[in-house]
């Protein structure tokens, strides 16, 4: 593949490096690499068909909890995260949107590394004139200084939630969600 030399470059190298420890998630990662490597407006919302999003798996103090937020416009139990916006620096994108989704700040990245990554699709909201499109959103593993949060506009809610209770939520956690808590961090906890 044809990593370009442009601002894509590095991250490029950076899921090369996730599919080389993650082999068992190649086939997801390679099309958001084949994506990247082939769209150069990837990390704008502009980009009709899809774009690069950040989110973190953000952990508790005590690493037993992880918070998600019931999202204002897809009604599910997610991740905070969001849109790049132009910026190539996706763990940059992904502290920033958690921070601002959650009101906590001083949050610690517990690796540069990618933690996980998914592509799913975003409906269709006519109304705004917002097509069907996807999200190729890149997942680092974070830790927060403290549990007490703020709600922002994004959100219908917000919550510490343990592996247990997430199977249990109403309205349900995204799949995705369920599959990162599966991952269970290095440190052995959630």
């Known amino acids: ?9 590095t991250f490029c190298r950076q899921l090369s490096d996730y599919i080389a420890r993650h082999p068992e998630r190649s086939d997801v990662a390679n099309r958001v690499l084949d994506f990247v490597c082939s769209t150069p407006d ?20 005590q690493g037993n909890k992880a918070l998600l937020t019931l999202h204002r416009k897809l009604k599910l139990w997610v991740q905070p995260g969001g849109h790049a916006d132009g910026d190539h620096d996706v763990l940059r994108v992904a502290m920033r949107e958690a921070e601002e989704e959650s009101g906590i700040g001083h949050l610690t990245a517990l690796s ?6 998914d592509i799913h ?19 680092y593993l974070v830790q ?27 309205p349900p956690a995204d799949e995705a969600v369920l599959r990162l808590a ?3 961090p290095a440190a052995g906890k959630m």
Not at 112 to 117: F, G
Not at 121 to 139: K, M, Q, S
Not at 147 to 156: A, T, W
Request: proline share 8%.
């Open 1 to 9: 593949m044809n990593i370009p030399q442009d601002k894509r470059s």
């Open 144 to 170: 927060a200084p403290h549990e007490d949060y703020r709600i922002s506009d994004e959100s219908d809610a917000l919550g510490w939630f343990t592996c247990d209770e997430l199977h249990q939520l109403t």
């Open 42 to 61: 990837c990390f704008e919302r502009s980009h009709a068909a899809g774009h690069i999003t950040g989110s973190v798996w953000l952990l508790n103090p």
């Open 182 to 184: 599966a991952l269970r």
């Open 112 to 117: 540069p590394d990618i933690y996980d990554i």
């Open 121 to 139: 699709v975003i409906p269709a909201r006519p109304a705004c004139g917002e097509p069907e499109h996807l999200h190729y959103d890149i997942r």
